[in-house]
């Protein structure tokens, strides 16, 4: 489509799923393969938009014509979208941020023994909930992957980290979520309307979602 309703926005996007170092060769991750993340922004920049995508690892090929700022950890990721925020109009949090890292760091590659080992882990920074704290102009999107209550908890979340949507996704569902091409969502409002979108593909699901942006009322009010 020829739509530039983006021109003259910045848009920060976060993508795929953070790691936590255990050791110099092992890291807690999980699922996410940061297919949403990276439509987003692309799609944003096809609206154009000026697009920051701040992402961990994943095993895409990076965009063209977008500023890319890779990241390893949820506390990298942090620093990197805090740093950005004050410049930017629109922030898409479809990053899988890890909740917990360990607590230490081994140097060393942690050595095989007979007995259990116990990783101690401490909660990492909610970068969401910061932006939330601190925004201003700004509209923020986060994500809500869950496996049960899907739009009980994308709502509380919602209000706890002071977004301007929510978009519910029911991982537990097969052909949709982590890996796939293709998502099924719930876009959730803080009117407390919802929006149910069919399956689609990934690249749909993210035009779906700035079609959303673009007419929320706080979009008009950016400069
Ligand atoms: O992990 P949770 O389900 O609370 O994630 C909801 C939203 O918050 C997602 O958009 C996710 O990217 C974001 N988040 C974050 N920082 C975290 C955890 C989650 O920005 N530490």
Do not use: H, W
Not at 32 to 42: F, L, Q, R, T
Not at 116 to 128: G, S
Not at 174 to 183: A, R
């Amino acid at each position: 489509t020829g739509r530039r309703d983006l021109a003259g926005k910045t848009v920060l996007v976060t993508a795929g799923g953070t790691r936590e170092a255990i050791d110099p060769v092992r890291y807690l991750g999980n699922r996410s393969s940061g297919k949403m993340g990276y439509a987003i922004a692309e799609a944003a920049r096809m609206r154009g938009a000026d697009v920051i995508l701040v992402t961990a690892p994943t095993a895409l090929p990076l965009p063209t014509g977008v500023e890319v700022i890779q990241v390893e950890s949820a506390r990298e990721m942090f620093e990197a979208v805090l740093k950005c925020f004050p410049r930017v109009d629109i922030v898409v949090k479809a990053a899988a941020v890890a909740d917990y890292s360990p607590v230490r760091k081994s140097s060393q590659k942690i050595k095989k023994t007979k007995g259990a080992l116990i990783l101690e882990l401490t909660p990492n920074p909610d970068i969401l909930l910061e932006l939330g704290r601190r925004k201003e102009k700004q509209i923020l999107v986060g994500f809500a992957a869950e496996t049960e209550e899907l739009l009980a908890n994308a709502e509380r979340k919602m209000k706890e980290k002071n977004l301007d949507m929510i978009v519910a996704n029911d991982v537990t569902c097969p052909e949709t979520g982590f890996g796939s091409d293709f998502n099924k969502v719930t876009l959730v409002f803080p009117d407390g309307r919802t929006k149910e979108l069919p399956l689609l593909p990934k690249k749909q699901v993210a035009m779906r979602i700035l079609d959303e942006v673009v007419m929320l009322p706080r979009f008009s009010e950016l400069k």
